[in-house]
């Protein structure tokens, strides 16, 4: 597992948006809140009131891949690893906002995947105090954030291969949307 890759592409595509705004560290605390809340309602499973709890992991047609066993191999949306690496967007935003890219990265594991939600929010919140109350945050809390969030997507069942992979189609799509002035 390397970030650095995924640290360069994230710093094009913060370059090409190139917002400079002092309220750039909150709103990116805020937009990391709202796509954790975004992942964890297409991974269903806190939804202890419905009968249908499970994961959103085939959504739409994309496209054919080449032929295995004579037949096409199709390949579909996955709105719950779409979410996810909307997640990572944001958390590589704010390693390059905090200037914390030489970082150590580990999964850490809660006991279910519900707390490793609420202990992803966490450690996001953690981070908008230390802000607001020291003006610096160290790199371990970041780091926590990390792999918090690394510990989730394995529990969510994906593999680093392929939420580097989800990362970069979604980044060409961010990336072609600054370009048609989303
Ligand atoms: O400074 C930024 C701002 C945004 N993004 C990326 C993260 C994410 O991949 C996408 C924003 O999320 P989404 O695609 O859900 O867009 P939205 O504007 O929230 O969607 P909608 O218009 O449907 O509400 O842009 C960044 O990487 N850096």
């Not at 709890?53 to 579909?76: A, C, H, L, M, S």
């Not at 953690?126 to 780091?143: A, C």
Request: glycine letters at 8%.
């Amino acid at each position: 597992m390397n970030l650095q890759l995924l640290f360069k592409e994230q710093q094009l595509l913060r370059d090409k948006i190139a917002y400079d705004k002092p309220d750039r560290f909150e709103k990116l605390i805020l937009a990391l809140l709202v796509e954790l809340g975004e992942c964890a309602n297409e991974w269903r499973g806190f939804k202890f009131w419905s009968k249908d709890q499970e994961p959103r992991v085939q959504g739409n047609w994309k496209y054919q891949t080449g032929i295995i066993d004579g037949k096409f191999v199709n390949v579909y949306e996955n709105p719950l690893l779409e979410e996810y690496v909307d997640k990572l967007h944001f958390i590589l935003e704010l390693g390059l906002e905090l200037n914390c890219t030489d970082i150590e990265l580990w999964p850490v594991y809660e006991k279910n995947i519900t707390n490793q939600f609420i202990e992803c929010s966490g450690r996001v919140y953690n981070l908008y105090f230390q802000m607001r109350v020291t003006g610096e945050v160290p790199k371990g809390m970041y780091e926590h954030l990390l792999a918090y969030f690394l510990g989730l997507g394995f529990m969510l069942g994906f593999t680093w291969e392929q939420i580097e992979q989800a990362y970069m189609e979604k980044n060409a799509i961010n990336h072609e949307r600054q370009e048609q002035g989303y």
